[in-house]
């Protein structure tokens, strides 16, 4: 049966960072584009960053490129997003699924940037 779990969140100040990691099973991880999509309160699930199945080609949605990067570690079945220079407009829940994904989702991981 298919799990994943998201970590890392919490509250920072603009211009503050978090690391967000994601563990998943119940499928055959490396064989996947993992991505990490957001939901704002309201809002639409949007994709924000994905890596291949080897790790070796991200991609970013605009707002996000250059201060967030997607990587992932195979032998763990695990997506890290590191994010930096936080800004308010990233604000959101925070979940990790394959792409396209799958019909489960997690509970997501809560960000919350504010000073």
């Known amino acids: 049966q298919v799990q994943i779990v998201e970590s890392g969140g919490g509250s920072v100040q603009p211009g503050g960072s978090l690391t967000l990691s994601c563990v998943a099973s119940?499928?055959?991880?490396?064989?996947?584009?993992m991505t990490w999509y957001r939901q704002d309160s309201g809002g639409e699930r949007e994709s924000v960053a994905s890596?291949?199945?080897?790790?070796?080609?991200?991609r970013y949605e605009g707002s996000v490129e250059g201060r967030f990067t997607i990587s992932r570690d195979n032998a763990r079945n695990t997506v890290y997003l590191e994010m930096n220079d936080l800004k308010p407009k990233d604000t959101a829940k925070y979940f990790c699924?394959?792409?396209?994904?799958?019909?489960?989702w997690g509970k997501g991981t809560q960000v919350t940037v504010s000073s």
């Open positions: 699924n394959t792409e396209p994904p799958l019909g489960y």
């Open positions: 119940g499928f055959h991880f490396s064989s996947r584009t």
């Open positions: 890596i291949s199945l080897g790790g070796t080609v991200p």
